[in-house]
């Protein structure tokens, strides 16, 4: 499991209808660690049951480029789905004021920005905002080309309304475009080249729609990048059945029953893997598969990431095949 530390609320301000952000600074007063653009904590939180959970987001404002800098304090924003959702949002909106605590992890970063000065095409739908921010000012101070690409409902919906990179964002506002008549590709107008890349961050149906405009318009697969932090709506999967997991490092071999994860059955055996969100959306827990074939269950990797076989995610993933064989 990934390591914790105390944080205490030190700001809090409305971005927009929905929107809170969150100025974070460590209890001890201790320096935080580094992050760079894309880059995601932890949050333990309580759901709408009222046990605890853990949700993720995005550290969002200027990364630094020097790893010795020292950071003082994180910011995230949180939007609120109410009751209707999991539960965490909400209740962060409710209790995470200022000079309450918090518990949260190091910084991980599974949506990190490409290397060299390829453009960059970055496409933000709602809170999907937050990864933008720190990526659009890491490229602007690399001098790397890139275009923002903002959706919202409305604009009382656009939050961070006084950010430099939303000021200079192209922001498309779906109450406008319907009533114009506009399609997703229509409202998508930039220049995309052969070594373009794509980063897209929203609701999983929008970034599912604005990747297959980009496919369309010669984008490769491993180009785009995406991030994914609530679950969407899953195909209907088999029954889980029980197989096995051979350790390729000392030939064990752990089975795994019906009903139990990958993850539990790893833990129980003694074998620790780095999970966060349990659900296959941050693929925190990829891990390597050398034989046989996994039932993918997740929603991080790319369908041509599937094809390949080569790795899945044992937190909610399973296999097609009686034994995977794993990199561990």
Same mark, same amino acid.
């Given at each position: 499991?990934?390591?914790?530390?105390? +944080?205490? +609320?030190?700001?809090?301000?409305?971005?927009?209808?929905?929107?809170?952000?969150?100025?974070?600074?460590?209890? @001890? /007063?201790?320096?935080?660690?580094?992050? @760079?653009?894309?880059?995601?904590?932890?949050?333990?939180?309580?759901?709408?049951?009222?046990?605890?959970?853990?949700?993720?987001?995005?550290?969002?404002? #200027?990364?630094?480029?020097?790893?010795?800098?020292?950071?003082?304090?994180?910011?995230?924003?949180?939007?609120?789905?109410?009751?209707? /959702?999991?539960?965490?949002?909400?209740?962060?909106?409710?209790?995470?004021?200022?000079?309450?605590?918090?518990?949260?992890?190091? =910084? $991980?970063?599974?949506?990190?920005?490409?290397?060299?000065?390829?453009?960059?095409?970055?496409?933000?739908?709602?809170?999907?905002?937050? %990864?933008?921010?720190?990526?659009?000012?890491?490229?602007?101070?690399?001098?790397?080309?890139?275009?923002?690409?903002?959706?919202?409902?409305?604009?009382?919906?656009?939050?961070?309304? @006084?950010?430099? +990179?939303? !000021?200079?964002?192209?922001? &498309?506002?779906?109450?406008?475009?319907?009533?114009?008549?506009?399609?997703?590709?229509?409202?998508?107008?930039?220049? +995309?080249?052969?070594?373009?890349?794509?980063?897209?961050?929203? %609701? #999983?149906?929008?970034?599912?729609?604005?990747?297959?405009?980009?496919?369309? $318009?010669?984008?490769? %697969?491993?180009?785009?990048?995406?991030?994914?932090?609530? %679950?969407?709506?899953?195909?209907?999967?088999?029954?889980?059945?029980?197989?096995?997991?051979?350790?390729?490092?000392? /030939?064990?071999?752990?089975?795994? =029953?019906?009903?139990?994860?990958?993850?539990?059955?790893?833990?129980?055996?003694?074998?620790? !893997?780095?999970? &966060?969100?349990?659900?296959?959306?941050? /693929?925190?827990?990829?891990?390597?598969?050398?034989?046989?074939? =996994?039932?993918?269950?997740?929603?991080?990797?790319?369908?041509?990431?599937?094809? $390949?076989?080569?790795?899945?995610? =044992?937190?909610?993933?399973?296999?097609?095949?009686? $034994?995977?064989?794993?990199?561990?």
């Amino acid at each position: 499991m990934l390591s914790t530390l105390k +944080v205490v +609320v030190s700001q809090r301000k409305q971005e927009s209808a929905n929107v809170v952000a969150l100025t974070l600074r460590r209890v @001890d /007063g201790i320096a935080l660690p580094h992050w @760079d653009a894309g880059a995601h904590i932890d949050v333990h939180v309580q759901d709408v049951t009222g046990n605890a959970a853990i949700r993720q987001y995005s550290l969002c404002g #200027a990364a630094s480029l020097n790893p010795q800098e020292v950071c003082q304090e994180w910011r995230i924003a949180v939007l609120d789905e109410g009751i209707a /959702g999991r539960g965490g949002s909400h209740w962060l909106h409710q209790q995470a004021l200022p000079g309450i605590e918090l518990v949260v992890s190091e =910084p $991980r970063n599974n949506f990190r920005l490409h290397a060299g000065n390829a453009p960059a095409i970055l496409v933000a739908g709602g809170i999907g905002i937050t %990864p933008m921010l720190s990526m659009a000012e890491t490229l602007r101070s690399r001098n790397v080309d890139f275009s923002l690409h903002y959706f919202a409902r409305s604009r009382e919906a656009l939050a961070f309304q @006084d950010s430099s +990179v939303v !000021v200079q964002a192209q922001v &498309s506002l779906d109450n406008q475009a319907h009533a114009a008549g506009l399609t997703l590709a229509e409202r998508l107008s930039c220049t +995309v080249t052969p070594s373009s890349h794509l980063y897209v961050c929203g %609701p #999983a149906d929008f970034m599912g729609a604005v990747i297959k405009v980009f496919l369309a $318009r010669g984008i490769a %697969p491993e180009r785009i990048h995406r991030e994914l932090f609530a %679950p969407a709506p899953t195909e209907e999967f088999h029954a889980d059945t029980a197989f096995e997991i051979e350790l390729r490092s000392d /030939g064990r071999v752990i089975f795994v =029953p019906d009903g139990c994860s990958a993850v539990k059955a790893l833990a129980d055996a003694g074998i620790d !893997v780095i999970v &966060s969100c349990e659900q296959g959306l941050c /693929g925190s827990c990829l891990t390597p598969v050398l034989e046989g074939v =996994p039932e993918h269950r997740d929603q991080f990797l790319m369908p041509e990431e599937r094809e $390949r076989n080569d790795c899945f995610t =044992p937190c909610c993933s399973r296999a097609q095949t009686q $034994r995977l064989v794993l990199d561990l």
